[in-house]
C-alpha cells in the first residue's frame, strides 16, 4: 500500500525518545509502529489493547489513602532512613543487575 499520508504529532519528547529506544532495539522504525498500530486498530475495530487504571493494592495507593494513612506510610520511611534500614538504590540496583545476569 502506498504512503502517502502524514500525521503530525506533538508528544512528550522523554515518551518519544523512550519509545524510539525501544523501538531501535527490535530493528522497528517509528513509521512502521504507528503502521502496525493503525492496522490493529482497523483489525479489531478498537483500541488493540484495554485502556484501564492499573489497579494498585489500597496499602500502596494513596488516592484511597487519609491523610493520616499517608503520614504514617512516610513517618515509616523516614524512620528507616534514620535507622539505617535503607540500601543506597545504584548499589541495589547494580547488585539486582548482578544477581539476575543482567
Sequence with gaps: ???TATLNLRVNPTLK????FVLSRLGIPMSTAI??????IVLVGGL??????PKF???VDA???TAD????????GYDSYKEGRTQNA???????RNNHSL
Design 48 to 53: 488493540p489493547f484495554a485502556v484501564t487504571l
Design 63 to 65: 488516592t484511597r489513602m
Design 69 to 76: 494513612q499517608i503520614h504514617s506510610k512516610l513517618q515509616k
Design 17 to 20: 525518545q523512550d519509545a524510539e
Design 35 to 40: 503502521d502496525i498500530f493503525l492496522n490493529q
Design 90 to 96: 545504584e548499589q541495589a540496583f547494580a547488585q539486582f
Design 1 to 3: 500500500m502506498e504512503k
Design 57 to 59: 493494592p489500597d496499602r
